[in-house]
């Protein structure tokens, strides 16, 4: 069979890669700038396979892909492609798992190194022929000192090592690693506050998660040592950066060293970049060219696996619902993978997952009261001129606009802003439950940007229903009643297809036929 391989974004194949594709398919590189012209790109393929391109596999897209098998990101952050619609459409993702964990890890020993030892204030300086005393660059050895590492994953052992190497003391936090196996790593187990505390760097690690969205704000960075310093190569948002900048300002710690920023490119009027004690750079931590090959060969032949109908070595989520949560059309649940809980937020970073013991709180929910309160949280889209971006909470009836999603949904108006000089028209109620901003444009219709948060389905106008049945036909033109009512009831969240929202569905079913 020869497949359809799109390449989003030009990627110069090895030699090994080349091979891994030949035989299955045929590949096609196309650049796409816009996201209204993303489908046209992908509509027919087999499989995508990028590395960076500015646009979003959305659910509005993968459900138009009749074909698509297998998306294959050259990287690991996930951040582009809307993990629970690849599930629901049977789409395998992969990604270069823990191929760059060298790269990462040198990188940070590279900012911390730069941090104690002032090589690029005295590099700078001898640029501008300012022959400044060595002295004036006095710094202090590594050997000795503690480093705190906030999550011991691939990245984060990798950096022990490295640091170890160089004298120093490690200990780590990482609550989803059991402490003994920490210790076993050579490191010592730590809690958050401790580990704030009691580092001279603190280094971190972590996936970006709602968990982790502003992880050290300006508490946490109180309870660092003035003399301390803090080291960003996991994802920008994971750090406050208004309570950064205060603290480096205030002398509260001692310097910074990061590699990520809440908002990539980092501006050019960010007031980071007026510091003196901070080491930057442009997200470059995973650019080492053995560490591209590596991700390029690993994704590549995982591509070609799913293509031959095998199993991928390094799947993010799996179209048969083997690796990463997945939602079931058929159960209405959510299950959780086997493995750590840590890959399962590396796999999500904007869509979290979360399940509690939780009662339901409301009396009047139609199914009552629900033994597990259970939420999804998913942006959709990028913000364009003309289309509105969404956050979507989903859930039984007791979900929460959460930081991480509140963050992006800001985010996002931000851009709509700066791109259409459009006035918030208004602000709708930013309760814990809902969030809805309305933004006006000159001269065109309002945009409203939002949170749907989940109705009762009875609330939900019948030709709403039929309507999204009907999207959902035309992806799934084979999709039977069942899985119809199915897809309904995960869209707005509900758990359970009782005999009431039965006879409901089936009117909708019936309608959608006539109408
Ligand atoms: P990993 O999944 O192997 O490790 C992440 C660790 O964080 C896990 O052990 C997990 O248990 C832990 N963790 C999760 N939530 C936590 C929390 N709330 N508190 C403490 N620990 C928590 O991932 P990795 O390969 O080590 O990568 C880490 C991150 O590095 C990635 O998610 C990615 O965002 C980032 N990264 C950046 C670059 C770059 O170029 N700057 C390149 C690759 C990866």
């Not at 390029?296 to 293509?307: G, N, P």
């Not at 309760?431 to 933004?439: A, P, T």
Request: proline share 6%; charged share 20%; net charge neutral.
């Amino acid at each position: 069979m020869n497949y359809d391989i799109v390449f989003l974004d030009r990627v110069e194949l090895t030699p090994v890669s080349r091979r891994a594709l030949e035989g299955v398919g045929t590949v096609r590189t196309v650049t796409v700038t816009v996201q209204e012209d993303l489908l046209a790109a992908v509509r027919d393929a087999d499989a995508v396979v990028y590395h960076l391109f500015p646009n979003q596999l959305t659910r509005d897209v993968l459900e138009r892909c009749r074909r698509l098998k297998v998306i294959g990101r050259i990287g690991i952050g996930m951040d582009q492609v809307d993990l629970a619609a690849a599930g629901a459409c049977g789409v395998t993702v992969v990604n270069a798992a823990g191929t760059q964990a060298a790269a990462v890890a040198d990188h940070a020993m590279a900012l911390m190194l730069c941090l104690a030892r002032n090589v690029v204030a005295s590099h700078n300086s001898l640029l501008a022929g300012d022959r400044r005393p060595p002295r004036d660059f006095m710094g202090f050895e590594l050997e000795g000192k503690t480093l705190g590492i906030i999550g011991f994953g691939a990245i984060g052992r990798r950096l022990a090592q490295r640091a170890f190497g160089f004298g120093m003391a490690v200990q780590a936090y990482d609550p989803y690693v059991p402490p003994d196996a920490i210790e076993e790593a050579g490191a010592t187990p730590v809690g958050l506050t401790e580990l704030l505390g009691g580092s001279d760097f603190v280094s971190i690690h972590v996936p970006l998660t709602d968990e982790t969205w502003h992880l050290i704000g300006a508490n946490e960075l109180a309870i660092m040592r003035p003399g301390a310093y803090l080291v960003n190569t996991a994802r920008g948002p994971i750090i406050d950066e208004a309570s950064l900048v205060a603290a480096l300002r205030g002398g509260v710690i001692a310097g910074a060293g990061l590699d990520v920023y809440e908002e990539e490119p980092l501006a050019p009027g960010s007031p980071l970049l007026a510091l003196g004690q901070v080491v930057l750079t442009p997200h470059i931590a995973g650019w080492a060219i053995e560490t591209q090959l590596r991700s390029q060969e690993s994704v590549v032949k995982d591509v070609a696996r799913v293509l031959r109908g095998e199993t991928p070595v390094s799947p993010v989520s799996s179209g048969s619902g083997t690796a990463a949560p997945s939602h079931s059309p058929l159960t209405g649940t959510w299950r959780r993978p086997g493995g750590s809980r840590s890959a399962t937020q590396a796999m999500l970073p904007y869509t979290e997952w979360e399940e509690t013991g939780l009662p339901h709180p409301s009396a009047t929910h139609p199914f009552g009261a629900v033994p597990g309160l259970r939420r999804i949280i998913e942006t959709e889209g990028p913000v364009t001129t003309d289309r509105a971006y969404k956050v979507y909470i989903r859930g039984s009836g007791s979900t929460r606009v959460t930081k991480l999603a509140r963050s992006k949904l800001d985010q996002a108006v931000n851009r709509l802003l700066a791109q259409k000089q459009a006035q918030i028209d208004e602000l709708g109620s930013p309760g814990d439950s809902e969030y809805q901003r309305v933004l006006r444009v000159p001269g065109s219709a309002p945009v409203v940007v939002r949170e749907i948060g989940s109705r009762d389905l009875y609330e939900v106008p019948m030709n709403e229903v039929v309507a999204l049945m009907r999207q959902r036909l035309e992806g799934f033109p084979r999709a039977s009643h069942e899985e119809l009512m199915r897809f309904v009831l995960d869209t707005y969240g509900w758990k359970r297809l009782t005999d009431k929202a039965r006879t409901y569905l089936t009117d909708a079913i019936r309608l959608m036929y006539e109408g």
